[in-house]
């Protein structure tokens, strides 16, 4: 790996190697798995995709998040001109435009979510649609469920309440409409069903 770029170095629970992402050319990044007892490397995850976040058991156990590359050609295009008319656009989009995507008119953030399980490769989905993180994810110790922080699309009426915002002006229904919150989730990885942990926003 002389010349490579290596980054968010990861222990195996049972110290028998680490689990790290290597820069490759054209600004993607891999998932590497170096095993320390017979000094190997072997990468997980093709050269073509660039790999967000990771966690790993072993080499057959593993989940991780990849670039949704096709989703950037839905942002406007005229959010990357040198001048834009910021009405009727979301805040978040107008700041973060490449990294809040576009989709039926509302806003997601995140990039797909990836399981290895045993000899099988699979996206992860829920009811049909691909999971989309933004964020850390943590995989549970027999492999069967991940922990993450997920985008909620529709705050509950309940939370407004129960959760205000840190500024009177983020009552504004503008602002409200900006606003992107998350929550504590278990994520089946077979199945797809989404738990809520906690029922309250991430604190942010």
């Known amino acids: 790996m002389k010349g490579s770029s290596i980054n968010n170095w990861r222990w195996l629970a049972d110290s028998s190697g680490v689990a790290f992402l290597e820069r490759m050319a054209g600004g993607h990044q891999r998932l590497v798995l170096a095993l320390i007892g017979n000094r190997t490397i072997e990468p997980l995850t093709s050269t073509n995709e660039t790999v967000k976040a990771f966690d790993v058991l072993d080499r057959r156990h593993y989940v991780y998040t990849v670039a949704d590359a096709?989703?950037?050609?839905?942002?406007?295009?005229?959010?990357?001109?040198?001048?834009?008319?910021?009405?009727?656009?979301?805040?978040?989009?107008?700041?973060?435009?490449?990294?809040?995507?576009?989709?039926?008119?509302?806003?997601?953030?995140?990039?797909?979510?990836?399981?290895?399980?045993?000899?099988?490769?699979?996206?992860?989905?829920?009811?049909?649609?691909?999971?989309?993180?933004?964020?850390?994810?943590?995989?549970?110790?027999?492999?069967?469920?991940?922990?993450?922080?997920?985008?909620?699309?529709?705050?509950?009426p309940s939370w407004e309440q129960l959760y205000p915002p840190p500024y009177e002006s983020d009552t504004l229904p503008n602002a409200r409409r900006a606003r992107v919150v998350h929550q504590y989730v278990r994520i089946n990885l077979r199945t797809g069903a989404i738990e809520s942990l906690t029922d309250a926003p991430v604190q942010q």
């Open 70 to 156: 096709a989703g950037q050609e839905q942002i406007p295009t005229e959010l990357h001109a040198p001048s834009i008319v910021g009405t009727g656009h979301p805040l978040m989009e107008l700041l973060f435009p490449n990294s809040l995507k576009v989709s039926n008119g509302t806003l997601s953030a995140g990039d797909y979510l990836w399981a290895v399980a045993g000899n099988k490769r699979f996206k992860v989905t829920h009811g049909g649609a691909p999971i989309l993180l933004s964020g850390e994810i943590v995989l549970s110790p027999d492999g069967s469920s991940a922990t993450t922080a997920l985008l909620v699309p529709e705050v509950p």
